[in-house]
């Protein structure tokens, strides 16, 4: 996939409909989190239960443009230069500022002290029903890809509120990077092993180690 036809699948991508925005919902958020509560009972029997949710970096709160981490710039870099490109083209960075640009939204979704289940579950209902009104984005609400951006938000502070609420469990998000997959039709950057090892790494910290932390590509990250 060339670079003309890696922008015009993202752009096609991004369009969503009120069905499947709610469909997205249900799949990235809801789906998680009743699994999750359903193994609760079992992990907390455990001497180190351990929670790894799978999120994104875009579900972070505050992002201007696509973040990448070092090592996944390098490798792009490097990935360019074996195609024999001099300089770093303009789909290196794809996307249109993505933003949760209501502010008030973004400081209730990083208030973890404060914010509940409920509240995370009323605030989905709110961006469904701006989506359906076709007022989202003018609400503040993310633009493309908006459902699967609320979603990984409300992951990632489903987490934060779990291992608050559970301090015996170990619970942690995780973006594995840009993976060569069917879903990004394999125009990802790392391989399938490669975004494993980033899960995975999370999964396998030493006992009493981090909680109710976001990891991007192995390494610890903010949330914002």
Same mark, same amino acid.
């Given at each position: 996939?060339?670079?003309?036809?890696?922008?015009?699948?993202?752009?096609?991508?991004?369009?969503?409909?009120?069905?499947?925005?709610?469909? $997205? #919902?249900?799949?990235?958020?809801?789906?998680?989190?009743?699994?999750?509560?359903?193994?609760?009972?079992?992990?907390?029997?455990?001497?180190?239960?351990?929670?790894?949710?799978?999120?994104?970096?875009?579900?972070?709160?505050?992002?201007?443009?696509?973040?990448?981490?070092?090592?996944?710039?390098?490798?792009?870099?490097?990935?360019?230069?074996?195609?024999?490109?001099?300089?770093?083209?303009?789909?290196?960075?794809?996307?249109?500022?993505?933003?949760?640009?209501?502010?008030?939204?973004?400081?209730?979704?990083?208030?973890?002290?404060?914010?509940?289940?409920?509240?995370?579950?009323?605030?989905?209902?709110?961006?469904?029903?701006?989506?359906?009104?076709?007022?989202?984005?003018?609400?503040?609400?993310?633009?493309?890809?908006?459902?699967?951006?609320?979603?990984?938000?409300?992951?990632?502070?489903?987490?934060?509120? #779990?291992?608050?609420?559970?301090?015996? #469990?170990?619970?942690?998000?995780?973006?594995?990077?840009?993976?060569?997959?069917?879903?990004?039709?394999?125009?990802?950057?790392?391989?399938?092993?490669?975004?494993?090892?980033?899960?995975?790494?999370?999964?396998?910290?030493?006992?009493? $180690?981090?909680?109710?932390?976001?990891?991007?590509?192995?390494?610890?990250?903010?949330?914002?």
């Amino acid at each position: 996939m060339d670079a003309g036809q890696r922008i015009n699948w993202m752009w096609t991508s991004c369009r969503q409909t009120y069905e499947t925005a709610k469909q $997205g #919902l249900q799949t990235n958020y809801y789906g998680t989190k009743r699994v999750t509560e359903a193994l609760l009972p079992l992990l907390r029997s455990s001497s180190d239960g351990r929670i790894v949710n799978v999120s994104s970096n875009f579900g972070l709160l505050s992002v201007s443009i696509m973040r990448r981490s070092p090592r996944t710039t390098n490798k792009f870099l490097q990935q360019q230069q074996k195609r024999g490109h001099d300089s770093t083209p303009t789909f290196f960075l794809p996307f249109r500022p993505q933003f949760f640009r209501n502010e008030e939204l973004k400081q209730e979704l990083n208030d973890v002290d404060s914010l509940t289940g409920e509240r995370l579950d009323e605030l989905l209902a709110m961006f469904l029903k701006d989506f359906e009104a076709g007022g989202a984005e003018a609400r503040g609400w993310p633009a493309e890809f908006s459902a699967y951006k609320v979603a990984k938000a409300a992951m990632n502070a489903y987490s934060r509120i #779990l291992a608050k609420r559970h301090p015996e #469990l170990r619970v942690n998000c995780a973006h594995p990077g840009y993976v060569k997959t069917d879903i990004t039709r394999n125009s990802g950057i790392l391989t399938p092993e490669e975004g494993a090892r980033n899960i995975t790494s999370v999964a396998l910290l030493p006992e009493g $180690g981090p909680t109710g932390k976001y990891f991007s590509e192995g390494e610890e990250a903010s949330f914002v």
